[in-house]
């Protein structure tokens, strides 16, 4: 089956530079992950609302952080941000060293700020010389390498194989007829597929789904009324260790999800386009999905798979020349253009979403606003080099431009 393929599981992480998983580095992060010094009463550690056997989730609609008060969202659980374009529910981190900073100066969370947490930790001689053999270069308890090394920890947190992996590579026998129905539907007529695809299953793309409440979600990060109520697609593996679910914990069960997609959308102008419309499913459906999802957990409470750094290539690849650029299916293509300083580059909406074109760059900082379905922006680049444009809903859409000297 072809769909096979589109679900295989990569054979390693990606990391900028070998030393970001370093076994030093990655055991430090560990406990600095559970170490309570980090929030501002000493009671609470990324692992009080990250609990490993609740899949990194804490297992209630709303936690609590050193205020006692009911944080804004649900807490998500950690699986696989190695792989992650953005974080937070409303994508708000562009990097999991840039994430660590807003629990720990959360008032909510865990009260304190970056440089409290770096004196807390550095009166500790043990926690120096972890630093110092994490951080040969820079053996300094400082902020940057606190940060770093929470996210080397986090990196590691590769959800295991599941039986659905199995059938993936090729075990006919690894899914009951039921699950294999579930993921026809999933992959068919209920369109699930169009937003959690990938071995991950999601498109890290920002979608109003229809859940109630006022929560702007991507729309506030953007300053963009389209992207409002638009949250992060969620991965879907080792959800049953993550109820309840959804930005706002407010959907207890996976059943309850799926109801949600047949009866609970509330119609908004900002859904998004990739949601099915009028969706029917009978019970026998309904169950033969939630089978399906339940084969991408684990039977026992997961424990991180252990899967080796690859370090990724920086350099941009060779574009091709070219002024105009498609977004069918929320991709750039070409994904990589040349063009010559001062021409003109129209960026065509050809695809059926709404789309949010953006550079953000000391040279040029460009956004498009809300660039709907049909219609053309055109962006001018006047000084020489390479430059990324992005798509504020869609940021895993990528365009690298190469601009050059006019003659
Ligand atoms: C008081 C509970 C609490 C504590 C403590 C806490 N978190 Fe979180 N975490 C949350 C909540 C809630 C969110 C979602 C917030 C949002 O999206 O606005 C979150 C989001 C995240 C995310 C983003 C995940 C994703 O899918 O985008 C990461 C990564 C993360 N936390 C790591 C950490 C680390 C590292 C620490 C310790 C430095 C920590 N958290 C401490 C509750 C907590
Ligand atoms: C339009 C894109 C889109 C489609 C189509 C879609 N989802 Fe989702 N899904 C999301 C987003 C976005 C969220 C998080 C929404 C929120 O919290 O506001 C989500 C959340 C979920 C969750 C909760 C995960 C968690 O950790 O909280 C599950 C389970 C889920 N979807 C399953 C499905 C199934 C099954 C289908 C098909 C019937 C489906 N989704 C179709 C985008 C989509």
Redesign the pocket.
């Known amino acids: 089956m072809a769909w096979r393929a589109a679900f295989a599981r990569p054979a390693s992480v990606p990391v900028a530079d070998a030393a970001d998983l370093s076994p030093a580095r990655i055991e430090l992060g560990r406990r600095?992950?559970e170490d309570p010094r980090?929030?501002a009463n000493g009671l609470?550690?990324?692992a009080?609302?990250?609990d490993s056997k609740l899949s990194f989730a804490?297992g209630v609609a709303?936690?609590?952080?050193?205020a006692g008060t009911p944080?804004?969202?649900?807490?998500?659980?950690?699986w696989n941000?190695a792989w992650?374009r953005?974080?937070?529910?409303?994508?708000?981190?562009a990097s999991?060293e840039e994430?660590?900073r807003?629990?720990?100066e959360?008032p909510?969370?865990?009260g304190s700020t970056v440089t409290k947490a770096v004196a807390g930790v550095s009166s500790d001689a043990t926690m120096r010389t972890a630093f110092a053999a994490a951080f040969p270069e820079r053996p300094q308890v400082s902020e940057d390498n606190l940060l770093a090394a929470?996210a080397a920890f986090?990196r590691t947190l590769v959800s295991p194989e599941t039986r659905f992996d199995h059938w993936v590579k090729g075990d006919d026998g690894a899914l009951t007829s039921e699950e294999l129905a579930g993921f026809r539907l999933f992959t068919g007529k209920a369109g699930c597929v169009s937003c959690h695809s990938g071995w991950r299953f999601t498109d890290e793309a920002f979608h109003d789904i229809g859940l109630a409440g006022e929560d702007k979600g991507r729309g506030a990060i953007l300053g963009l009324a389209a992207a409002d109520h638009a949250f992060?697609t969620?991965?879907l593996r080792e959800l049953a260790w993550t109820a309840p679910y959804m930005?706002d914990g407010s959907l207890a069960t996976l059943e309850e999800v799926v109801d949600h997609y047949v009866s609970g959308v509330r119609d908004r102008p900002t859904l998004s386009a990739d949601l099915p419309r009028g969706l029917s499913l009978t019970a026998e459906e309904r169950a033969q999905l939630v089978a399906f999802l339940n084969a991408l957990s684990s039977d026992d409470p997961p424990r991180a798979a252990s899967l080796p750094p690859t370090v990724q290539a920086s350099a941009p690849e060779p574009g091709v020349s070219a002024t105009t650029v498609s977004q069918k299916n929320k991709t750039f293509a070409p994904g990589s253009i040349r063009l010559v300083a001062g021409t003109g580059l129209t960026i065509v909406n050809d695809d059926t979403r709404t789309h949010n074109v953006r550079v953000d760059d000391p040279r040029l900082a460009y956004n498009s606003a809300a660039q709907e379905p049909g219609d053309k922006v055109v962006l001018t680049f006047g000084e020489p080099g390479f430059y990324t444009v992005t798509c504020g809903i869609h940021p895993q859409m990528r365009l690298t431009v190469e601009v050059s000297r006019a003659e």
């Open positions: 600095l992950f980090l929030s609470l550690s990324c009080s609302c990250h804490d709303l936690g609590k952080g050193i944080l804004a969202r649900h807490t998500p659980m950690l941000l992650g953005t974080l937070f529910w409303d994508g708000r981190a999991l994430q660590a807003g629990p720990i959360n909510l969370e865990m929470l986090e992060k969620p991965s930005h």
